[in-house]
């Protein structure tokens, strides 16, 4: 066995196939099923069965595998970290929610690192559960995640499972984000029925691995289908829409006054009718911080003690 090997039957799990672990891999499909042979043969186990929908991974094939990717984090760590000294560069890797406030601390922070000859950075935002896979797979050193509060239980329940630790960020009670020109810009928003005659933006991929909407019950679902609603995938695009489609809402985490000013946005907060939300830090149990990331995190625990909640 060697880490090759290692790396091939993570692929394959990740895609539940070997073509489609192939064709990602760029290699012939033979090499990929030889790997998997010879380590299910060293260590005599089974990783890997066959059924009708394709791949799927037994439970031994699981434990092994948790295994052979926490080797290849300490073997990748090892590595950056000496290249890192080597090259007296910047390396940062994070996965996050499509948040203003945490875009404008990431944006603060690549200012402080002009002088810097190496940078080696990736900011990733998504939603929740792609980012608990990214750190799981050890692609970001670290994640933030996003979840209404009534969920607690499912994600510190979900996080302990995949032995990930976690720090919170911010509580905040969701603000409803609208043009200063729309109907709604001088109401007290406190039930749906003030809310009928807008559209709402909302992030289409939120979801969780059953594929319920992470913040919605079934009634909420049900009622979110009459509603009118516009679902977009990348953050950005919702302040454009926003400022020039009348009578548009969108519920999100704290914006920059800056940003509100651009676009001719206001933010405006909803009592008990918002819901309550929090952004937690997630990383490996075993993980360890670097000097670059430390800087981060504390411009970010400063920005959120404007928000009268820090961590």
């Not at 760029?26 to 010879?38: D, E, I």
């Not at 601390?105 to 990736?122: A, G, K, P, Q």
């Not at 670059?292 to 820090?310: A, D, Q, V």
Request: with cysteine; net charge negative; aromatic share 12%.
């Amino acid at each position: 066995m060697n880490f090759t090997d290692l790396k091939y039957v993570i692929e394959i799990d990740k895609y539940s196939s070997i073509s489609m672990a192939a064709k990602k891999l760029y290699v012939a499909q033979s090499n990929l099923s030889r790997a998997v042979k010879k380590i299910e043969n060293e260590f005599d186990i089974v990783i890997f069965e066959r059924t009708p929908k394709g791949i799927a991974t037994t439970r031994e094939g699981q434990r092994f595998l948790d295994h052979a990717k926490e080797i290849l984090y300490q073997v990748n760590n090892l590595t950056k970290t000496y290249s890192d000294l080597a090259d007296n560069g910047v390396s940062l890797r994070i996965s996050v929610p499509r948040a203003s406030y945490i875009s404008e601390v990431f944006s603060e922070y690549l200012r402080t690192l002009n002088d810097e000859e190496n940078l080696r950075i990736h900011y990733y935002e998504t939603n929740s559960m792609k980012t608990i896979q990214n750190v799981l797979d050890f692609h970001f050193d670290v994640g933030i995640i996003r979840y209404n509060a009534m969920h607690e239980g499912y994600y510190l329940s979900l996080l302990k499972l995949k032995n990930l630790d976690y720090k919170m960020i911010l509580e905040f009670d969701y603000l409803l984000l609208t043009s200063k020109k729309s109907i709604i810009a001088d109401k007290h928003i406190r039930c749906d029925e003030d809310l009928k005659d807008c559209i709402e933006i909302v992030y289409g991929d939120e979801r969780l691995p059953s594929g319920d909407y992470v913040d919605l019950t079934d009634n909420d679902r049900e009622e979110r289908m009459q509603k009118k609603v516009i679902y977009i995938y990348a953050r950005g695009s919702h302040f454009e829409i926003l400022d020039s489609v009348p009578n548009t809402y969108m519920w999100v985490s704290p914006v920059p006054q800056h940003i509100l000013d651009k676009y001719g946005l206001i933010q405006m907060r909803c009592g008990a009718y918002a819901k309550y939300m929090k952004d937690v830090l997630i990383f490996k149990e075993n993980h360890v911080q670097k000097e670059h990331e430390k800087n981060f995190l504390i411009m970010l625990r400063e920005k959120t003690r404007e928000f009268g909640c820090y961590f």
